[in-house]
């Protein structure tokens, strides 16, 4: 019985040494790899009879959540569809709307969780000879239109009132943005909608291209251009009280001399709140005062993913694919394809999306680069 008894013993002895021995020297996780050590994968977003399949704006509340948007040509295939693209975490496919919203244009995706989630554009009525801003939110569920209210932009009536840009802070606050200098704002309930309100000669046209909430504070890129030129006087827009106020301008040379002060053509920000900035001249951050040039390049950066400060990629036109460390920026050039513009990017702790439009050759599709 003494012998059984010192056996129980030494056998709870041994377990707990093994215990303690494993919290002690727990298994080490693998360490965290860096974009420029991942494994690239491609997917190609084919509708076989459609000559345009070109997706530009992404939204990801997580790696098995993605949808994109952009301009599909159309398809028999999928008829009124192909605007919509949803990543399940194994296999892309195309977002099936038009039987119950009829048709419409995407041209930006954002949201702040996988049952929040807002696409918004234009639609064209019937008999109508203009565009009405369009916007729908998924909420977990199903795809809803919201109806929005209709205003006067800069053009005159209700006319070409396109939706470019939407920006979600919460369920209770989406802003977007668009053509004639219309502001949007949806609180849970009501869309108010607001004009940036700045002076147009004949035949000039004001975009407003993008928006964002950052401290609290919203910011608008925008635009004002002679009809049929793709240059002219970039602003940079803030919601001042219940009006709007430009706080910078600068014009573009159109002999490519423009001195590029922020990003023109969007924004984007961390979830570690840090604002950034892209477009022609390269990537800017913001300090809540001014901006800062953190990476130059002479043609468009296109889009901005961040892990932490010391973290970062960026793509854009002409394949560009860096990435910085904290110490350099580093073009991929693994990723450097022909006639490849990069037009998004996203990322978590350690994998990454990377949206391109594959413009050579015929048809024009979208590619989707996978790292991790």
Known sequence: MK??????????????????????????????????DYTWTVDTLNIPDAFQNLMRSMYAANAEDIYLVGHNSGSQIYPGDGQMWHYNGKKWAVVRLNNKLGGFFLYSIHGSSSNNVWAVGSRKRSGEDFYRGFAMQYDGVSWKEHKLKQKNGLYGPLSHNEIYSVFVESETNVWACGAGGLVYHYDGNNW?????????????????????????????????????????????????????????SLVEDVYGNTEWKWGTSHFYRSNSNRLYSCGFGGVFQFNGNYWTNIFEYESPVLGVSEKSEKDILA????????????????????????DVVYTGVWQDSDEAFIVGLLLGGYPQKTIVIHGK
């Open 192 to 248: 108010d909608i607001d004009t940036v309100k700045i002076k147009l000669n004949e035949n000039e046209k004001l975009a407003l291209n993008d928006v964002v909430v950052f401290n609290s504070d919203l910011y608008v890129l925008g635009i004002k251009y002679l009809k049929g030129n793709l240059y002219g006087t970039h602003y940079l827009i803030k919601k001042i009280g219940t009006g709007f106020g430009i706080i910078d």
């Open 3 to 36: 012998q059984k008894y010192i056996l129980i013993t030494l056998a709870a002895i041994i377990l707990i040494s093994v215990f303690y021995s494993c919290k002690d020297n727990p298994v080490n996780p693998p360490p965290v790899k860096s974009p420029r």
């Open 315 to 338: 793509v854009g036109d002409f394949s560009l694919v860096v990435h910085y460390n904290g110490a350099d920026w580093i073009r991929l050039s693994e990723l450097n394809f022909n």
